[in-house]
Protein backbone atom coordinates (compact mmCIF):
# COMPACT_ATOMS: atom_id res chain seq x y z
CA UNK A 1 0.00 0.00 0.00
CA UNK A 2 1.01 3.47 -0.86
CA UNK A 3 2.70 5.16 2.30
CA UNK A 4 0.45 8.65 0.92
CA UNK A 5 -2.78 6.59 0.44
CA UNK A 6 -4.55 8.15 3.62
CA UNK A 7 -8.14 8.02 4.03
CA UNK A 8 -10.26 11.32 5.25
CA UNK A 9 -13.94 10.91 6.51
CA UNK A 10 -15.74 13.93 6.49
CA UNK A 11 -18.29 13.52 9.06
CA UNK A 12 -16.24 10.84 10.74
CA UNK A 13 -17.79 11.24 14.10
CA UNK A 14 -21.51 10.39 12.61
CA UNK A 15 -22.42 6.69 13.38
CA UNK A 16 -21.91 6.03 9.62
CA UNK A 17 -18.77 7.60 9.16
CA UNK A 18 -17.12 5.40 11.76
CA UNK A 19 -18.67 2.33 10.83
CA UNK A 20 -16.52 3.42 7.67
CA UNK A 21 -13.47 4.27 10.10
CA UNK A 22 -13.26 0.86 11.74
CA UNK A 23 -13.69 -0.75 8.40
CA UNK A 24 -11.00 1.08 6.65
CA UNK A 25 -8.59 0.79 9.70
CA UNK A 26 -9.62 -2.79 10.02
CA UNK A 27 -8.08 -3.37 6.31
CA UNK A 28 -4.71 -1.59 7.55
CA UNK A 29 -5.67 2.39 6.04
CA UNK A 30 -4.87 5.36 8.20
CA UNK A 31 -7.77 6.94 8.93
CA UNK A 32 -8.05 10.79 9.25
CA UNK A 33 -11.64 12.23 10.51
CA UNK A 34 -13.17 15.74 10.84
CA UNK A 35 -16.16 16.88 12.20
CA UNK A 36 -17.65 19.38 14.15
CA UNK A 37 -15.38 20.09 17.18
CA UNK A 38 -12.70 18.45 15.86
CA UNK A 39 -8.87 19.75 15.68
CA UNK A 40 -8.82 18.77 11.80
CA UNK A 41 -10.53 21.07 9.06
CA UNK A 42 -12.27 19.79 6.32
CA UNK A 43 -10.32 21.53 3.98
CA UNK A 44 -7.10 20.27 5.84
CA UNK A 45 -8.29 16.59 6.07
CA UNK A 46 -8.29 17.07 2.13
CA UNK A 47 -4.95 18.33 1.74
CA UNK A 48 -3.82 14.95 3.87
CA UNK A 49 -5.80 12.47 2.04
CA UNK A 50 -6.01 10.44 -0.96
CA UNK A 51 -9.36 8.99 -0.49
CA UNK A 52 -11.99 11.74 0.99
CA UNK A 53 -15.20 10.11 2.08
CA UNK A 54 -18.40 12.55 2.81
CA UNK A 55 -20.57 11.27 5.44
CA UNK A 56 -22.75 14.03 6.80
CA UNK A 57 -26.64 14.63 6.81
CA UNK A 58 -28.00 15.80 3.70
CA UNK A 59 -29.14 19.41 4.36
CA UNK A 60 -25.22 19.91 4.83
CA UNK A 61 -23.46 18.24 2.32
CA UNK A 62 -23.72 20.96 -0.79
CA UNK A 63 -21.68 23.36 1.56
CA UNK A 64 -19.14 20.75 2.53
CA UNK A 65 -18.57 19.83 -1.29
CA UNK A 66 -18.84 23.57 -2.04
CA UNK A 67 -15.92 24.04 0.84
CA UNK A 68 -13.47 21.25 -0.21
CA UNK A 69 -13.91 21.54 -4.14
CA UNK A 70 -11.07 24.44 -4.40
CA UNK A 71 -8.89 21.58 -2.70
CA UNK A 72 -9.67 18.49 -4.93
CA UNK A 73 -7.11 17.39 -6.80
CA UNK A 74 -6.78 15.00 -9.59
CA UNK A 75 -5.04 12.46 -7.44
CA UNK A 76 -8.16 12.35 -4.88
CA UNK A 77 -11.08 10.17 -4.82
CA UNK A 78 -14.13 11.48 -3.82
CA UNK A 79 -17.03 9.13 -2.01
CA UNK A 80 -20.43 9.71 -0.92
CA UNK A 81 -22.83 7.89 1.27
CA UNK A 82 -25.72 9.94 0.84
CA UNK A 83 -29.36 7.87 1.02
CA UNK A 84 -30.42 9.51 -1.99
CA UNK A 85 -28.32 10.06 -5.39
CA UNK A 86 -29.90 12.41 -7.85
CA UNK A 87 -28.59 15.43 -6.06
CA UNK A 88 -25.40 14.48 -4.74
CA UNK A 89 -24.43 13.39 -7.98
CA UNK A 90 -25.35 16.61 -9.33
CA UNK A 91 -24.05 19.08 -6.75
CA UNK A 92 -20.35 16.99 -7.00
CA UNK A 93 -20.45 17.13 -10.88
CA UNK A 94 -21.56 20.68 -10.21
CA UNK A 95 -18.16 22.05 -7.71
CA UNK A 96 -15.71 18.96 -8.17
CA UNK A 97 -14.02 19.44 -11.53
CA UNK A 98 -11.26 17.61 -10.34
CA UNK A 99 -10.13 13.87 -9.20
CA UNK A 100 -12.28 10.34 -9.26
CA UNK A 101 -15.97 10.26 -7.50
CA UNK A 102 -17.83 7.31 -6.76
CA UNK A 103 -21.39 7.80 -5.47
CA UNK A 104 -22.61 5.00 -2.63
CA UNK A 105 -25.71 4.11 -0.43
CA UNK A 106 -25.33 1.62 2.40
CA UNK A 107 -28.34 -0.06 2.61
CA UNK A 108 -28.21 -0.94 5.53
CA UNK A 109 -27.61 1.02 9.16
CA UNK A 110 -24.53 2.11 11.43
CA UNK A 111 -25.98 -0.79 14.19
CA UNK A 112 -24.57 -3.93 12.16
CA UNK A 113 -22.52 -5.67 14.08
CA UNK A 114 -21.99 -8.03 11.02
CA UNK A 115 -21.76 -6.71 7.04
CA UNK A 116 -21.16 -9.72 5.46
CA UNK A 117 -24.24 -10.31 3.48
CA UNK A 118 -25.41 -6.73 3.18
CA UNK A 119 -25.85 -4.50 -0.18
CA UNK A 120 -24.34 -1.56 -0.87
CA UNK A 121 -25.21 0.90 -4.01
CA UNK A 122 -22.05 2.36 -6.21
CA UNK A 123 -22.05 4.30 -9.75
CA UNK A 124 -19.15 5.42 -10.63
CA UNK A 125 -19.74 9.16 -11.62
CA UNK A 126 -16.22 9.91 -12.69
CA UNK A 127 -13.14 7.42 -13.22
CA UNK A 128 -12.90 3.78 -12.70
CA UNK A 129 -9.57 3.45 -10.16
CA UNK A 130 -11.63 4.60 -6.35
CA UNK A 131 -14.83 2.35 -8.42
CA UNK A 132 -12.42 -1.02 -8.53
CA UNK A 133 -11.16 -0.23 -5.08
CA UNK A 134 -13.62 0.68 -3.45
CA UNK A 135 -15.81 -2.93 -5.12
CA UNK A 136 -12.97 -5.04 -4.20
CA UNK A 137 -12.88 -3.71 -0.77
CA UNK A 138 -16.45 -4.17 0.01
CA UNK A 139 -16.44 -7.61 -1.80
CA UNK A 140 -13.58 -8.80 0.36
CA UNK A 141 -15.76 -8.03 3.42
CA UNK A 142 -18.35 -10.05 2.34
CA UNK A 143 -20.70 -7.13 0.88
CA UNK A 144 -23.01 -7.27 -2.05
CA UNK A 145 -22.54 -4.62 -4.33
CA UNK A 146 -25.32 -3.29 -7.19
CA UNK A 147 -24.09 -0.97 -9.91
CA UNK A 148 -27.12 1.78 -10.44
CA UNK A 149 -27.78 4.71 -12.05
CA UNK A 150 -28.75 8.04 -9.29
CA UNK A 151 -32.27 8.33 -11.43
CA UNK A 152 -33.27 4.60 -11.05
CA UNK A 153 -31.80 4.39 -7.14
CA UNK A 154 -34.06 7.17 -5.73
CA UNK A 155 -36.91 5.80 -8.26
CA UNK A 156 -36.75 2.49 -6.18
CA UNK A 157 -35.96 4.05 -2.81
CA UNK A 158 -38.96 5.17 -2.93
CA UNK A 159 -40.28 1.85 -2.40
CA UNK A 160 -37.68 0.23 -0.85
CA UNK A 161 -37.29 2.39 1.82
CA UNK A 162 -40.01 5.58 1.93
CA UNK A 163 -42.51 2.76 1.90
CA UNK A 164 -41.10 0.66 4.60
CA UNK A 165 -40.51 4.04 7.05
CA UNK A 166 -44.17 4.81 6.40
CA UNK A 167 -45.81 1.25 6.90
CA UNK A 168 -43.43 0.73 10.63
CA UNK A 169 -45.07 4.73 11.54
CA UNK A 170 -47.90 3.57 10.48
CA UNK A 171 -48.03 0.32 12.65
CA UNK A 172 -46.62 1.90 15.52
CA UNK A 173 -49.78 4.59 15.37
CA UNK A 174 -52.09 1.61 14.97
CA UNK A 175 -50.75 -0.38 17.52
CA UNK A 176 -51.30 3.09 19.96
CA UNK A 177 -54.74 3.86 18.68
CA UNK A 178 -55.74 0.20 19.57
CA UNK A 179 -55.21 0.70 23.17
CA UNK A 180 -53.46 -3.21 24.14
CA UNK A 181 -50.66 -2.53 25.95
CA UNK A 182 -47.45 -3.92 24.26
CA UNK A 183 -46.83 -6.21 27.01
CA UNK A 184 -50.23 -8.00 25.65
CA UNK A 185 -49.17 -7.98 21.98
CA UNK A 186 -45.57 -9.14 22.63
CA UNK A 187 -47.00 -12.43 24.42
CA UNK A 188 -49.15 -12.83 21.82
CA UNK A 189 -47.72 -12.39 18.95
CA UNK A 190 -47.68 -15.27 15.96
CA UNK A 191 -44.20 -15.60 14.75
CA UNK A 192 -44.46 -13.19 11.39
CA UNK A 193 -46.22 -10.52 13.84
CA UNK A 194 -43.10 -10.92 15.87
CA UNK A 195 -40.92 -10.71 13.11
CA UNK A 196 -42.96 -7.06 12.53
CA UNK A 197 -42.29 -6.24 15.71
CA UNK A 198 -38.80 -6.59 16.14
CA UNK A 199 -38.48 -4.53 13.09
CA UNK A 200 -40.09 -1.69 14.27
CA UNK A 201 -37.96 -1.62 17.72
CA UNK A 202 -35.51 -0.85 15.57
CA UNK A 203 -36.70 2.85 14.72
CA UNK A 204 -35.79 3.21 18.40
CA UNK A 205 -31.68 3.75 17.52
CA UNK A 206 -32.59 5.67 14.18
CA UNK A 207 -31.65 9.17 13.26
CA UNK A 208 -35.01 11.28 13.00
CA UNK A 209 -33.78 13.96 10.80
CA UNK A 210 -32.30 11.18 8.43
CA UNK A 211 -35.28 9.60 8.17
CA UNK A 212 -37.63 12.91 8.06
CA UNK A 213 -35.28 13.62 4.97
CA UNK A 214 -35.15 9.74 3.35
CA UNK A 215 -39.63 10.04 3.47
CA UNK A 216 -39.64 13.85 2.70
CA UNK A 217 -37.48 14.58 0.34
CA UNK A 218 -37.43 11.71 -2.59
CA UNK A 219 -39.46 13.19 -5.12
CA UNK A 220 -41.35 10.18 -5.52
CA UNK A 221 -42.26 9.51 -1.81
CA UNK A 222 -45.72 11.17 -2.39
CA UNK A 223 -46.65 8.94 -5.11
CA UNK A 224 -45.89 5.71 -3.31
CA UNK A 225 -47.41 7.06 -0.32
CA UNK A 226 -50.75 7.79 -1.98
CA UNK A 227 -50.64 4.38 -3.76
CA UNK A 228 -50.03 2.95 -0.44
CA UNK A 229 -53.18 4.46 1.32
CA UNK A 230 -55.63 4.18 -2.15
CA UNK A 231 -55.41 0.60 -1.99
CA UNK A 232 -55.76 0.07 1.88
CA UNK A 233 -58.86 1.93 1.18
CA UNK A 234 -59.76 -0.53 -2.37
CA UNK A 235 -58.74 -3.86 0.01
CA UNK A 236 -60.82 -2.41 3.40
CA UNK A 237 -64.11 -1.89 1.14
CA UNK A 238 -63.38 -4.70 -0.44
CA UNK A 239 -63.39 -7.00 2.94
CA UNK A 240 -66.04 -5.14 4.01
CA UNK A 241 -68.43 -5.84 1.60
CA UNK A 242 -70.81 -8.44 0.83
CA UNK A 243 -68.47 -9.72 -1.58
CA UNK A 244 -65.75 -10.02 0.95
CA UNK A 245 -65.02 -13.91 0.89
CA UNK A 246 -64.89 -13.71 -2.78
CA UNK A 247 -62.87 -10.45 -3.21
CA UNK A 248 -60.25 -11.95 -0.36
CA UNK A 249 -59.51 -15.04 -2.08
CA UNK A 250 -58.89 -13.16 -5.26
CA UNK A 251 -56.85 -10.40 -3.80
CA UNK A 252 -54.74 -13.21 -1.17
CA UNK A 253 -54.29 -15.73 -4.39
CA UNK A 254 -52.65 -12.55 -6.57
CA UNK A 255 -50.27 -11.65 -3.01
CA UNK A 256 -49.53 -15.82 -3.39
CA UNK A 257 -48.36 -14.88 -6.61
CA UNK A 258 -46.05 -12.45 -5.79
CA UNK A 259 -44.94 -14.71 -3.04
CA UNK A 260 -44.18 -17.51 -5.41
CA UNK A 261 -42.34 -15.37 -7.33
CA UNK A 262 -40.24 -13.77 -4.52
CA UNK A 263 -39.71 -17.19 -2.91
CA UNK A 264 -37.75 -18.23 -6.11
CA UNK A 265 -36.05 -14.68 -6.47
CA UNK A 266 -34.84 -14.81 -2.62
CA UNK A 267 -34.17 -18.32 -2.92
CA UNK A 268 -31.26 -17.16 -5.50
CA UNK A 269 -30.06 -14.18 -4.25
CA UNK A 270 -29.60 -15.05 -0.58
CA UNK A 271 -29.46 -19.20 -0.80
CA UNK A 272 -27.59 -18.79 2.77
CA UNK A 273 -30.52 -17.43 4.43
CA UNK A 274 -33.29 -20.01 2.83
Known amino acids: ?5 RIGIIGGKGKM ?17 SDVNTALTNTELVKKSKVVLISVPMEIFPEVV ?7 ENHHWIIDVCSLKREPVKIMRKYLKKGEILATHPLFGPYEKDLRGKTIVFYPVRGRNVSRWFRELMLNEGLNLVK ?8 IMALVQVINHFWLILLAKVIKDSEFSLK ?3 YLSTPSFLRQLHILKRLAKQDTNLYAKIQLENPLGKKFRNLLCKNCKILAKAFNSEKAEELFREHFNFAKEIAKELEKLLNEVFPDEV
Not at 17 to 33: A, C, D, M, S, T
Not at 66 to 72: L, R, T, V
Not at 148 to 155: G, T
Request: hydrophobic content about 40%.
Open 184 to 186: ELV
Open 17 to 33: GNLFKILFKKNGYPVEI
Open 66 to 72: KEISPFI
Open 1 to 5: MDDNF
Open 148 to 155: ISPKKHDE
